[in-house]
């Protein structure tokens, strides 16, 4: 690693331009493209930067395409705080209604502050390629021809919006709901389901504590021994109390009070019995989190509910088929070793 502005970096998914305010649009053309003689150096150029907090009060920077770097610091001294933290910012940038996903220790990037403007990457990915101008002209059309293109207000906007909602829930674990929902995106619907549980989980313990039990209305002054138990009791005080308890001291809405209950049967029946669950269940569930969030945070309405939920895409195997090819091959090497 370099001895000078080294950073942890990680890109924005799918292939994104962070576009300055003044800029109108994205300038590379299509011969640009086919003739590989686009400005590649633009595209690790910082062009804005996120509020962290740090020692130093060094800012996150974020580049061009799209990079995400913060220093490697004593703040972020081990790959472990970096990937929290950068999975963090990508939360908070999801809250505000920008489509964001999770990464895992293959996506966090080394890197550095290059020539006092520029976010360079040491690791070879498709992003590194295309500042370098080695990627070939199947890499190249479709991220430079059509990316995703977010202006750098609407950025800041979100990640302003997203921090101050997590700020406010002082028991969330960002990296869950950012999990829940790449998973969710992608389909897959066991891990969507067992993280998305985990967010609920603690929406519901932060709206027990700090709206149920701290309304003096609930809780009969003679009753002392009541809000004790309301507070440590946790057998009986389940989660599944808890939200009885919630809808009908009108915390949760009815919709979202069902949405639960049919989740958390379906999350029991993923544990105890490994069975898959229902997308309609994790979209109803997607729906009733908005809500959770909105109660906790005093945020209303969340940036998140721009973002819609993914339809299951049709599958089906094609009704003309011919296998013949494949089975002459399997015959074939059915006796080698």
């Known amino acids: 690693m370099p001895s000078y502005n080294p950073a942890w970096v990680a890109f924005l998914n799918p292939y994104t331009v962070v576009l300055p305010d003044a800029e109108d649009k994205l300038e590379i053309s299509i011969e640009q493209i086919n003739s590989n003689s686009y400005d590649g150096d633009k595209l690790s150029e910082s062009v804005a930067t996120l509020l962290l907090t740090n020692a130093n009060n060094i800012n996150a920077l974020i580049s061009y395409d799209g990079a995400i770097a913060i220093p490697r610091s004593a703040d972020y001294h081990s790959s472990d705080i970096a990937l929290d933290n950068i999975n963090r910012i990508f939360c908070a940038i999801l809250l505000g209604g920008i489509h964001a996903e999770v990464i895992g220790p293959r996506e966090l990037l080394d890197g550095s502050l290059q020539s006092k403007t520029n976010i360079f990457v040491y690791n070879l990915t498709l992003h590194t390629r295309l500042r370098s101008k080695w990627a070939s002209i199947v890499e190249r059309l479709a991220p430079l021809m059509n990316p995703r293109i977010i202006r750098v207000s609407e950025l800041r906007n979100a990640y302003r919006e997203g921090i101050n909602v997590i700020n406010a829930i002082n028991n969330l674990s960002p990296f869950f709901l950012l999990h829940g929902y790449t998973a969710m995106v992608y389909q897959n619907r066991s891990d969507a389901l067992s993280s998305l549980w985990v967010v609920v989980e603690q929406l519901t313990f932060f709206l027990w504590k700090n709206r149920f039990l701290s309304t003096p209305d609930f809780h009969p002054v003679e009753m002392k021994n009541r809000l004790d138990s309301l507070k440590q009791d946790n057998r009986t005080w389940s989660t599944a109390v808890k939200h009885e308890l919630l809808w009908q001291t009108k915390f ?48 209303s309405p969340i940036g998140m509910r721009r973002l819609a939920f993914f339809e299951v895409p049709d599958l089906r195997f094609p009704e003309k088929n011919n296998f013949d090819e494949w089975l002459v091959l399997s015959e074939k090497l059915r006796g080698r070793g």
């Open 252 to 299: 949760l809405s009815e919709n979202c009070f069902a949405a639960l209950s049919s989740a958390r049967k379906q999350r029991n029946n993923l544990v105890h019995e490994g069975v898959i669950p229902d997308s309609d269940v994790i979209k109803n569930l997607w729906g009733c989190i908005f809500e959770l969030f909105e109660s906790a945070s005093g945020v």
